[in-house]
């Protein structure tokens, strides 16, 4: 099974537009592992796409993604959502009229989420432009790869994902893991890609995170150690990396360095299990 991070920021991409904190302008001046694009995940095997950032042509066109089969949203948010207007490129061809649908799977309260607040978009994808065909369900068997996705929080309906080939398992936790509901499917997984970790605790302005108003939705390092041990993890990599966390490519690599089966994702990384 082979995955790609195809982003690995968070609700602001790295540089941040007008931003001029001293990790923008490095990711500016530095480019390529530096910068970072929304979150969003490409399983390679059967040619998935899970979740629409709105930088996600860009962010497929950095990593050679000319293949899009099937597609995901695991919620609402903005930076999870916004660029589904790329399946009109993928699905529709507007010179002939013609349309070559992507399957487009997802929870049936994500479903009606997206389409409360986004003027019923997937309704005109699927039901006028015909270039997505949606199935409302909690499970997908594609080829060799069977998927389930589990309603992590259900106040915010956000779908974590847990992917499968024969006995090799990833867990995509693609947003707002805490607080963090108990699952049986997060045993054992050889991959689980967590979101949102502040490392110290000192966000970009020197806000400590124990003062933040999100400090509840955040983990710290030593939870994650804690969440790994418990659930037998065999690595943890950690994605929605954002501009607030006020942390670089090149710290977070020398960090890497004093943990024991913890990475931090970066733009392009590809996970091979």
Not at 28 to 36: D, I, L, M, S
Not at 187 to 207: K, W
Request: negative net charge; proline residues 4%; aromatic residues 10%.
């Amino acid at each position: 099974m082979k995955l790609k991070i195809v982003g690995s920021g968070g609700m602001s991409i790295i540089p941040s537009s007008f931003c001029e904190c001293g990790l923008c302008r490095e990711a500016r001046e530095k480019g390529g592992r530096y910068e970072r694009l929304g979150p969003s995940l490409y399983i390679e095997d059967i040619q998935m796409l899970i979740d629409t950032p709105e930088d996600i042509a860009v962010a497929c066109n950095r990593q050679n993604i000319s293949k899009v089969k099937h597609l995901s949203i695991s919620h609402c948010d903005p930076d999870h959502v916004k660029g589904i207007r790329i399946v009109e490129k993928i699905g529709y061809d507007f010179i002939k009229e013609k349309s070559t649908p992507v399957g487009f799977y997802a929870l049936p309260e994500v479903i009606a989420d997206i389409n409360r607040m986004n003027l019923d978009c997937l309704k005109y994808y699927g039901d006028v432009l015909h270039c997505i065909d949606v199935h409302e369900t909690s499970h997908i068997e594609i080829e060799h790869i069977s998927i389930d996705m589990v309603n992590h929080n259900p106040d915010r309906n956000i779908t974590f994902y847990i992917i499968r080939e024969g006995t090799k398992k990833a867990v995509y936790a693609c947003c707002n893991p805490k607080p963090f509901a108990h699952n049986d499917l997060y045993f054992d997984a050889d991959i689980f890609i967590l979101s949102l970790v502040s490392d110290n605790g000192i966000l970009n302005d020197g806000m400590r995170l124990a003062d933040a108003p999100f400090k509840d939705e955040i983990f710290t390092l030593d939870e994650v150690m804690e969440l790994k041990k418990y659930y037998r993890i065999k690595k943890i990599i950690v994605t929605h990396i954002d501009e607030i966390w006020g942390k670089s490519y090149g710290y977070y690599q020398e960090l890497e360095k004093q943990l024991d089966g913890i990475s931090f994702a970066y733009d392009g990384m590809e996970i091979l299990i």
